[in-house]
């Protein structure tokens, strides 16, 4: 977008009256989206943005500045919002020189981002036909397609200029059906960062099926239980679990803050032995992934906690910076309009050595939540509420009836410690999780093992 002269310009710019560090995030987005309801498309749109962030860091505090507009005026006045962060001016004259960086190859460099709508469309088309000849009580599809490319380029007064090109599609499949008064809702997902060639084997069909029979399971569902008990948490979806009762705990900003429970406990107990959790941006297509995170530093594999033991927290520049680590790639921003935070990117636990079918004959009464619809966390304490999208009765180690209107009520340290069994069909979840923080919101993947926890409150309607 900018040549490098001019990089180094507005670098130079954003020091002129001093500070520690600054950066220049430049941003070209083009995003391709459909939607379909009813079995015609309701909604399409093609959305091209681009702009320039600049950023200069003095001490604790950081400055910044952007602009949508690229004249050499405008980009010269938002590194001059962002310098009035340093008050001095003993950075008049200060020059940045930089050179370009390797970044290495994660996903499909081609990506799409086509202008052949008809191809959107009838990928769209698909899942809807197959949804509806899953079930006669299918009464409705709605089903979405995004796609998109993300260009960005990232100076910084270190040196370095990093480019990456980030491809993003995901297409989802939301299924209702109807039996009288009863409702069943059923969704699935799929995608990452790749082209629409990934679809040629992960086909629509096999996603609107998938919605379609959760839709059908959940119209036959009973109420769910309430009280304490057993719960095993599905592999892949049930990730999101992990994701937001411990993952944003371990993210710098809240532990430097001392607002995380996680806050200096390096080297301590927090979790069951059996517990590892790492954060991944190095994996190759997956939704999280990246090359060079937004402050363009490379993508890398953290290890947050290790046999229940904290190792570290994901970190960004600054927060790196003032705990006196490394950035460990973790600097995502939402766009060009915002400035970087510490962030996951793929979060998810390894493969323990049960298998599954060990883990449901382990468990005497339980609910199997295999996968959830969302929930909340509050970050000082811990403390989580999340609804069951899919979710059975175990009874005397057994799978048995569908239930429906479930919620899980806990901790995350607590649950973590409770942790008895970790499964060995670990992966990663398809589908297109996305994570807010801040006001700000970026593409996420979460993903883990079959897991078994000891106790959890469940919430339902049936107190039988």
């Known amino acids: 977008m900018l040549d490098r002269e001019t990089l180094e310009r507005l670098l130079g710019t954003a020091l002129a009256r001093g500070g520690d560090y600054?950066?220049?995030?430049?941003?070209?987005?083009?995003?391709?989206?459909?939607?379909?309801?009813?079995?015609?498309?309701?909604?399409?749109?093609?959305?091209?943005?681009?702009?320039?962030?600049?950023r200069t860091i003095a001490g604790e505090s950081a400055g910044y500045g952007y602009s949508d507009d690229l004249s050499a005026t405008a980009l010269a006045r938002a590194a001059g919002v962002a310098s009035t962060i340093?008050?001095?001016?003993?950075?008049?004259?200060?020059?940045?020189?930089?050179?370009?960086?390797?970044?290495?190859?994660?996903?499909?460099?081609?990506?799409?981002?086509?202008?052949?709508?008809?191809?959107?469309?009838?990928?769209?088309?698909?899942?809807?036909?197959?949804?509806?000849?899953?079930?006669?009580?299918?009464?409705?599809?709605?089903?979405?397609?995004?796609?998109?490319?993300?260009?960005?380029?990232?100076?910084?007064?270190?040196?370095?200029?990093?480019?990456?090109?980030?491809?993003?599609?995901?297409?989802?499949?939301?299924?209702?059906?109807?039996r009288g008064k009863e409702r069943g809702f059923g969704y699935a997902g799929d995608g990452g960062r790749t082209s629409m060639l990934y679809f040629d084997g992960r086909t629509p069909e096999s996603i609107a099926l998938e919605a379609a029979r959760v839709s059908a399971i959940n119209l036959e569902a009973i109420e769910a239980p309430a009280g304490e008990m057993e719960m095993v948490v599905g592999s892949g979806g049930g990730g999101v679990l992990l994701h937001e009762a411990v993952g944003h705990g371990l993210e710098s900003d809240f532990s430097r803050q001392g607002v995380s429970l996680y806050s200096g406990r390096v080297g301590q107990r927090v979790a069951s032995e059996l517990v590892t959790i790492y954060d991944d941006g190095n994996l190759a297509g997956e939704r999280g992934s990246l090359a060079v995170d937004d402050e363009g530093n490379p993508g890398s594999h953290k290890v947050l906690v290790e046999n229940g033991i904290l190792r570290g927290y994901m970190q960004d520049y600054l927060n790196g910076r003032l705990m006196g680590v490394a950035s460990t790639g973790s600097g995502r921003r939402q766009s060009f309009r915002s400035?970087?935070?510490?962030?996951?990117?793929?979060?998810?636990?390894?493969?323990?050595?049960?298998?599954?079918?060990?883990?449901?004959?382990?468990?005497?009464?339980?609910?199997?939540?295999?996968?959830?619809?969302g929930g909340q966390v509050e970050i000082s304490k811990g403390d989580f509420v999340f609804m069951i999208a899919e979710g059975y009765l175990?009874?005397?180690?057994?799978?048995?009836?569908?239930?429906?209107?479930?919620?899980?009520?806990?901790?995350?340290?607590?649950?973590m410690s409770s942790v008895v069994a970790v499964g060995n069909d670990s992966r990663l979840a398809g589908g297109h999780y996305t994570c807010g923080k801040g006001g700000q919101y970026v593409p996420v993947g979460v993903g883990m093992p079959t897991v078994k926890i000891s106790s959890i409150t469940v919430g339902g309607s049936d107190l039988g």
């Open 339 to 373: 400035m970087p935070q510490p962030r996951m990117c793929n979060t998810y636990m390894p493969a323990g050595t049960s298998t599954v079918d060990e883990i449901v004959r382990s468990t005497k009464r339980g609910i199997y939540a295999k996968s959830f619809a």
């Open 22 to 54: 600054a950066d220049v995030f430049c941003e070209r987005r083009v995003a391709l989206s459909f939607r379909l309801q009813g079995g015609v498309i309701h909604e399409g749109g093609l959305v091209v943005t681009q702009g320039v962030g600049i």
């Open 86 to 178: 340093a008050n001095g001016s003993d950075g008049a004259g200060r020059r940045a020189h930089v050179e370009p960086v390797s970044v290495a190859r994660l996903y499909d460099a081609d990506g799409s981002a086509s202008s052949d709508s008809a191809a959107y469309v009838k990928l769209l088309e698909r899942a809807d036909v197959a949804a509806r000849a899953f079930d006669p009580r299918v009464s409705s599809v709605n089903a979405t397609i995004t796609d998109e490319i993300q260009e960005v380029w990232i100076a910084t007064s270190d040196g370095r200029l990093a480019y990456d090109r980030r491809p993003l599609i995901s297409l989802g499949v939301q299924v209702l059906c109807v």
């Open 394 to 415: 175990i009874e005397d180690g057994r799978v048995t009836s569908p239930v429906k209107n479930a919620t899980i009520v806990g901790n995350g340290p607590e649950v």
